[in-house]
């Protein structure tokens, strides 16, 4: 990072998969008050023109061990309040995490629809309202199970100068992501949901085909 705080391209850690390199652009930071408490936050431009945001609590840089959350966007939960998901409170209990600890940081990507974008998630939901489950529903549209990527993430921590984390998530494919492309990932922490109406069956999936852990 320059004296200025404006980053400077910093290349992904090996990227065993395709071997890309990405590049991020981090913006100035600015005061980012919220119900969960005071932040800092800042935007992040990538090397393919995607804008992500990274909300920061306390000092992070040379810090081992910091609270991080990896999160993709959900529009139709985040802002719409669909209760077909669980994004959303997943979303408010890492910044509630953070406010509380008062040291974290959250990584929000956008890559709506675990990297399918929105109108393939609108037609996955379609499939699902048929009887398929999230998994059959992306499989029967062409798509991975998941498409999202962590090396933005991890190029994010790394201009952060974050030394290991301890990630909020019960996924483990995003550790194993986070790993490759040379985060530490020192301890995992849980996010307990509970399951409410509409998402019990999407959670059951997650767990039972995901690998997720809760
Ligand atoms: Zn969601």
Redesign the pocket.
């Known amino acids: 990072m320059d004296e200025t705080g404006n980053v400077v391209s910093l290349p992904t850690y090996a990227s065993s998969d395709k071997g890309t390199t990405v590049t991020i652009t981090l913006s100035s930071p600015a005061v980012f008050p919220t119900e969960f408490g005071e932040f800092e936050i800042r935007a992040i431009r990538d090397s393919e023109g995607r804008e992500h945001a990274v909300v920061l609590a306390g000092n992070v840089s040379g810090s081992e061990d910091v609270p991080v959350r990896v999160h993709s966007e959900?529009l139709?939960?985040e802002v719409l309040q669909?209760m077909?998901?669980?994004?959303?409170e997943q979303l408010l209990s890492a910044m509630e995490q953070l406010g509380t600890t008062g040291l974290g940081v959250l990584i929000y990507l956008r890559q709506e629809g675990r990297g399918i974008g929105f109108f393939n998630k609108i037609e996955a939901y379609a499939l699902q309202d048929t009887g398929l489950d999230t998994v059959e529903a992306n499989e029967r549209l062409g798509f991975p199970v998941d498409s999202r990527t962590y090396e933005v993430a991890a190029t994010v921590l790394a201009a952060l100068e974050v030394r290991s984390v301890c990630l909020m998530t019960n996924n483990p494919r995003k550790i194993e992501a986070l790993e490759t492309h040379g985060v530490r990932v020192s301890r995992r922490v849980p996010i307990r949901i509970e399951p409410g109406r509409h998402n019990g069956g999407y959670l059951r999936t997650k767990r039972s085909k995901m690998n997720h852990f809760a």
Do not use: H, I, K, L
């Open positions: 959900c139709t939960s669909s077909r998901c669980d994004c959303r």
